[in-house]
């Protein structure tokens, strides 16, 4: 079974819909990001996790909420969804053990399309 | 701010040739390097990374690295190239200095190998 989970994997939606994207992951891992990924652009961040408690956005965070509902799991939401968050999403994690590497294991994306 | 260039974003190759995919960061302070790779239709897997010591940095598949502090450059090189190495290849970095602890992706690169 794979560490890190995402689901849906495909999604299609339509413009103002809300939509979540979930992460689950078994690695044992404290912290957790959302990215997305757009052609010629790489992954950008949107928002990352270092526990529970601890929320914060990254580059990209406009339009986007999260949870941490658990350890183990990480949502991202389009509140209202817009054609121009049409994107590959991807959850990643890593363990506070690794602190000082930042060595960060990903999930196998999420592919959005909003019409 | 942190950024992360890779300049080519295709390099066109044939099999058993070598190859290198350039990575340029800027930063004045301490950083850690780290090399992706994105096979079609998965999420990103680590390849290698550097931390500390050693500058030539040796990851999974006969892929290394040579990180150059004066150069601001972490060049990806293998001697020899097979058509499953066909995929997108990205560097990222963290900066030391920041409370932020997550990575900056470059745009990425597509190696296409060719029989």
């Known amino acids: 079974d794979a560490d890190v989970t995402q689901t849906p994997r495909n999604r299609i939606t339509k413009t103002g819909k809300r939509i979540m994207l979930e992460c689950s992951q078994t690695?044992?891992?404290?912290?957790m990001y959302w990215y997305r990924q757009d052609p010629g652009l790489g992954l950008r961040l949107i928002y990352y996790?270092?526990?529970?408690?601890?929320?914060n956005k990254g580059e990209i965070s406009d339009g986007y909420s999260v949870s941490r509902q658990a350890q183990a799991k990480f949502s991202l939401s389009l509140e209202s969804a817009i054609p121009n968050q049409t994107a590959l999403y991807f959850c990643a994690t890593s363990g506070s053990w690794e602190w000082d590497t930042d060595t960060q294991y990903f999930g196998p994306g999420t592919r959005l399309t909003v019409l | 701010a942190q950024s992360v260039t890779q300049l080519d974003s295709q390099v066109p190759v044939f099999e058993e040739a070598p190859v290198e995919l350039r990575c340029n960061y800027s930063?004045?302070?301490?950083?850690?390097l780290f090399w992706y790779v994105q096979y079609p239709n998965q999420g990103l897997q680590l390849l290698l990374k550097y931390l500390s010591g050693s500058t030539l940095v040796k990851g999974i598949n006969g892929f290394e690295a040579e990180f150059n502090k004066s150069q601001t450059s972490f060049h990806l090189r293998k001697p020899s190239v097979h058509i499953s190495d066909t995929a997108e290849y990205f560097c990222?970095?963290?900066?030391?200095?920041?409370?932020?602890?997550?990575?900056?992706f470059g745009s990425g690169t597509r190696l296409q190998v060719q029989p």
């Open positions: 690695k044992g891992h404290d912290r």
């Open positions: 990222a970095v963290n900066i030391l200095d920041t409370g932020r602890r997550a990575l900056t």
């Open positions: 930063s004045s302070v301490s950083v850690y």
């Open positions: 996790s270092f526990d529970v408690k601890d929320i």
